[in-house]
């Protein structure tokens, strides 16, 4: 039999003074239980104990004079054959190494295939544990076994890096576990250690976590220079400390990528860099030479593992690059193609320098995994790069170029295209009757669908300005059309990515009269302009507002007048951009006399930072009419009128020295404008001629029937009068109201036929 663990211990007198845990599990008694008691009444209050006394054994144990009995559990020989087994079989089959070590941390023995085996017992001087393994941070090592040793809680499964035996090659990676090493008595004999070489799953995991990274980071914005240094800033120092991407320079404006191979001639541009010393500068553009590892990549898009010695003979080929990667120390490089669908977009070079192992095999295919996630985010920003190019094309084309703008308005713009354009517009159209319609809308979305919607919205507005509507009416007719788009929409195949876009829009439709000094608006969607007055007075003009054009609301679009004077600056803007952005308002009160582009520039300043979408905001300033250049005359409710009228007429086109056929003409159109409103209007009538860049002749009267323009008969007396002004004016139209309508003509006035008037004077 052989002696196990101390149970526990009894007096000379039989009283029991020690009794263990292990006591506790075998003979069933706690240790308050058994303290203190005799073991003559233990034994007679628990006559089951007898059956656990066959397997321990009592010894006397004299220490100094006392004589104590010591109880400990007996193992049988099968027993400690069974153990012995055991750890035969642990340090001769086990797949983890195993160390044990004395309370220096020197290894008693091992049973480690990597290395040989260490002598039962180490000699003093021998290296500990830690140093003797090659960790690269033995004292940390050593700390952590220590701790082990005092406190007897095992360190599991811990993650360090060890140098290869004789210091070559790269470092490995082990996963190593301390337990205490303790007798049967409790004495700490010492550690085990066990040591797992966990080199390949750490390389595979760590491959894992950099392409989860580059997924996760590269690609979060829609512009090729800015994936590219996404890119750069994901691998550096990942996976490599020096990397450089070049992309084809036609790939950066959106242009279709060339197929394989890439003639040598094409230039690229370095969009992004990380590292120590950069060949050159970023943005730079050049062709790659042949005769190099980069230029090959480009001919047959396969990566390529360089090894970087000063004997390698392609870099005379390129010196800069040489210079470059012999003043960053670079030994090993990796050049890989940013490819998709056999067309190639350009480069990316990986190298490691100074003390960085030298890539492998493995790192080739996780080079070509990171570069294939990237060339489809280069590809995808390259996409948007040339939709958005086509759509602001588009739209350029759309937008009014030099908008024919009236001498009675001055119109300025503000406008930041943002990122992917938009459907932000402005219109300024010229009326009869020195009136001026000022349109600002704004279509939701980008790309060309959204700029094709806001030029069909535009020239909607074009073709019913020739109406003569009033702004709700115009408005109104607007959304129709709106409404009418949206539902072409949704009968577009399901694939056409306009199909699931659904079509808003925003407008707002404003018509400035410089004779009466008023303006009347209505609008659908966009926020209240705001109205500077000529003393500096700013606010709101409280208008309310319809609902958005093509929306599921259907309710009137109501109109709101309110005055105008000459010298007001009336601003529109989209996005709510005067309500919600501090300064704005301001800098229009404070710049209310600066020429309108210069406060357009003052705006565009206060909203650098906010490019994050499209902004515009309009801008018109009222300068009016002189009264002078305005004749109105209450006509008689009979024929007597039409004399009348042409001898006003005649008498004020002298005084704006208006003579010859332009007189003459103005005189017949004059006549048969009262004449047909005498025959078919209601009174009272009223005729007003108002010069400005043209000659504008209204008459106005109380019906309601709108005059048409028909094609009298040879034996008709009457019925040519439209057809007649029709014949001799630039355009003619009715323009109605409330109460009663306005018929009016308009024509151009020939250089030698009057004095050309003065603009009205700066406000």
């Known amino acids: 039999m052989a002696s196990g663990a101390v149970l526990a211990r009894i007096t000379g007198d039989g009283r029991i003074v020690e009794w263990s845990g292990r006591a506790e599990a075998l003979l069933g008694r706690s240790r308050s239980e058994a303290e203190g008691r005799t073991i003559t009444a233990l034994l007679s209050r628990t006559p089951s104990i007898a059956e656990a006394l066959d397997r321990v054994s009592v010894r006397p144990v004299l220490s100094g004079t006392e004589l104590t009995w010591e109880v400990r559990e007996e193992r049988g020989a099968g027993d400690a054959r069974r153990d012995h087994a055991l750890l035969r079989t642990l340090f001769t089959h086990s797949p983890v190494a195993l160390y044990v070590l004395d309370h220096d941390l020197r290894v008693l023995c091992s049973r480690d295939e990597r290395r040989e085996a260490v002598a039962p ?22 700390a952590v076994a220590r701790q082990v040793l005092d406190t007897g809680e095992p360190a599991l499964q811990r993650l360090v890096r060890a140098v290869p035996a004789g210091g070559t090659g790269r470092p490995v990676s082990q996963s190593l576990s301390y337990v205490r090493l303790e007798g049967l008595d409790g004495e700490v004999l010492g550690l085990v250690a066990s040591a797992l070489d966990v080199t390949d799953r750490e390389r595979a995991l760590n491959r894992l976590r950099l392409l989860e990274k580059v997924r996760a980071s590269v690609g979060t914005q829609l512009e090729v220079a800015s994936v590219c240094r996404e890119l ?30 890439v003639d040598s001639e094409v230039p690229l541009r370095r969009t992004a860099f990380r590292g120590l010393v950069s060949a050159h500068a970023v943005g730079d553009v050049r062709r790659l030479p042949e005769g190099t590892p980069y230029s090959r990549v480009l001919h047959d898009l396969r990566p390529r593992l360089v090894t970087v010695t000063e004997d390698s003979r392609w870099l005379a080929a390129d010196p800069a690059r040489a ?25 990316v070079s990986f190298y490691r320098h100074r003390d960085e192992g030298p890539f492998d095999e493995d790192d080739i295919a996780l080079a070509s995994d990171v570069c294939a996630h990237a060339a489809l985010c280069i590809d995808n920003a390259r996409r948007f790069t040339y939709e958005r190019t086509i759509a602001a094309t588009v739209k350029r084309r759309l937008l009014p170029q030099r908008p024919s703008i009236p001498r009675t308005l001055d119109v300025a713009s503000m406008h930041i295209p943002g990122p992917g354009g938009g459907g932000a517009w402005f219109d300024v159209i010229e009326l009869a009757g020195g009136r001026t319609l000022l349109v600002h809308g704004d279509v939701t979305g980008r790309g060309v669908g959204t700029a094709t919607t806001m030029g069909q919205l535009r020239t909607v507005i074009h073709a019913l300005a020739a109406l003569d509507l009033e702004p709700d009416e115009l408005i109104a007719r607007l959304s129709d059309t709106a409404v009418q788009l949206a539902a072409e929409r949704t009968r577009l195949p399901a694939g056409d990515p306009l199909h699931r876009e659904p079509l808003t829009a925003s407008c707002l439709i404003a018509v400035y009269d410089a004779v009466d000094h008023t303006c009347t608006m209505a609008r659908a969607g966009l926020a209240e302009p705001y109205l500077v007055m000529p003393g500096g007075d700013g606010a709101d003009v409280s208008a309310p507002g319809g609902p958005v054009l093509a929306g599921a609301d259907r309710s009137p ?21 005067l309500q919600t952005v501090d300064g704005l308002r301001d800098l229009l009160r404070e710049g209310r006399d600066l020429p309108l582009d210069d406060l357009a520039d003052a705006l565009a300043y206060e909203l650098r930072d906010r490019h994050e979408t499209e902004k515009l905001i309009l801008l018109a300033r009222a300068r009016g009419l002189p009264g002078e250049r305005v004749l109105t005359v209450p006509l008689a409710e009979d024929l007597s009128a039409v004399p009348a009228a042409r001898a006003a007429a005649r008498r004020r086109l ?31 009538y009223r005729l007003r001629l108002i010069l400005d860049e043209r000659l504008t002749s209204e008459v106005r009267d109380a ?61």
């Open 323 to 347: 210079n470059a990667i012999t003043l960053s120390d670079a030994h090993s490089l990796i050049v890989a193609p940013l490819t998709v669908r056999g067309q190639a977009l350009g480069v």
């Open 703 to 763: 019906g309601m029937s709108a005059p048409h323009l028909k094609h009298a008969r040879q034996m008709d007396e009457s019925g040519r009068g439209l057809f007649i002004v029709a014949g001799v004016a630039d355009g003619w139209g009715v323009r109605l109201h409330d109460h009663g309508k306005t018929v009016w003509a308009r024509q151009t006035l020939s250089e030698t036929g009057h004095a050309q008037p003065a603009s009205p004077p700066p406000t």
């Open 654 to 684: 002298r005084e704006w020295s208006v003579d010859g056929d332009d007189a003459f003409t103005t005189e017949l159109i004059v006549s048969e404008l009262v004449a047909n409103a005498l025959r078919y209007g209601a009174p009272p």
């Open 557 to 577: 679009f109501p109109v709101t007048a309110f005055s105008m004077p000459s010298g007001s600056i009336l601003a529109v803007g989209n996005e709510d951009l």
């Open 232 to 261: 750069a800033d994901a691998v550096v120092p990942a996976f490599t400390g020096i990397a450089v991407v070049e992309v084809i320079d036609d790939v950066i404006r959106g242009d279709e990528p060339p197929l394989a191979p």
């Open 121 to 142: 017992d180490a000699a003093p001087g021998a290296p500990d544990f830690p140093t003797a393994l090659g960790l690269e941070d033995p004292e940390r090592e050593r």
